[in-house]
């Protein structure tokens, strides 16, 4: 392994654990401890950890990064609620995936179903988004058609926004958006820890004509910083089976249909 390998598998360490130490590390990595500490020094020089005695933990930078840096602590969940949405689509739809986990994993669920893969003269599936790691995923497969929306990315993931993605949303519509949040409640709706997110996903919402926002229960009744849109501008929302029935009937007593995958 070496230093590249190690230091991806370090970061990947602290995304699944939130922490690490060094002894344990050095024991799965196969390298000795002072090796182990010298790369967390160095993650730590770049925001990417904070160094503890004895290892390091995940920095709050760090863990808005790009989505190879950031396991999926409810990955069962995830992938049973992106299966639960791919399934809403169908072929011919030109559809909105914002970033995230939950979004990524929508559009691998899309590009392996049998039927997207058909050959129909044309583009079975039109995704439009503003992740480049999700337009990298499915730039390869030839009956989805791809569109970025362009704007800025920002340093801490592989999501774009700001003006010029605004301006060709603008020009655009949608069948269907999915939105992965990182809260969502009743009365306060979708929220986004990041300005800039919540301004083109609100947008996104706004061009579509069916919202769908992707949460798992551990987000539903949660606050962030910025409002992407209102409850009453949802659709469905789709989360998993441990969602407390009392919080699902507040959405549907808002007119939000409510999926459990």
Do not use: W
């Amino acid at each position: 392994m070496n230093r590249h390998e190690r230091l991806t598998a370090l970061l990947d360490m602290v995304g699944v654990r939130e922490k690490v130490e060094v002894e344990v590390s050095a024991d799965e990595l196969g390298v000795s401890p002072a090796t182990i500490r010298r790369d967390l020094d160095h993650l730590a020089g770049r925001n990417l950890v904070v160094r503890t005695r004895g290892g390091a933990v995940a920095s709050n930078i760090a863990y808005d990064l790009p989505l190879r840096h950031k396991a999926a602590r409810n990955a069962p969940e995830q992938q049973r609620i992106s299966a639960a949405a791919a399934r809403m689509v169908d072929p011919g739809m030109v559809v909105g995936l914002n970033g995230g986990t939950t979004s990524t994993e929508v559009g691998r669920a899309l590009a392996t179903r049998p039927d997207m893969g058909e050959p129909t003269g044309g583009p079975s599936l039109t995704v439009v988004t503003n992740a480049l790691n999700i337009a990298h995923e499915l730039a390869v497969r030839p009956n989805i058609k791809i569109v970025v929306t362009g704007g800025v990315a920002r340093q801490q993931s592989f999501d774009l926004s700001g003006p010029l993605s605004h301006l060709f949303l603008d020009q655009i519509s949608l069948d269907l958006v999915f939105l992965g949040v990182d809260a969502f409640d009743p009365v306060h709706g979708a929220q986004a820890h990041h300005e800039g997110d919540a301004s083109t996903n609100r947008l996104m919402a706004a061009r579509a004509r069916q919202v769908v926002v992707l949460a798992d229960s551990g987000k539903l009744g949660g606050h962030a910083f910025a409002k992407i849109c209102a409850t009453a501008d949802v659709d469905v929302l789709v989360t998993d089976g441990r969602a407390d029935p009392e919080r699902v009937h507040a959405f549907e007593e808002e007119g939000v249909r409510v999926v459990k995958a």
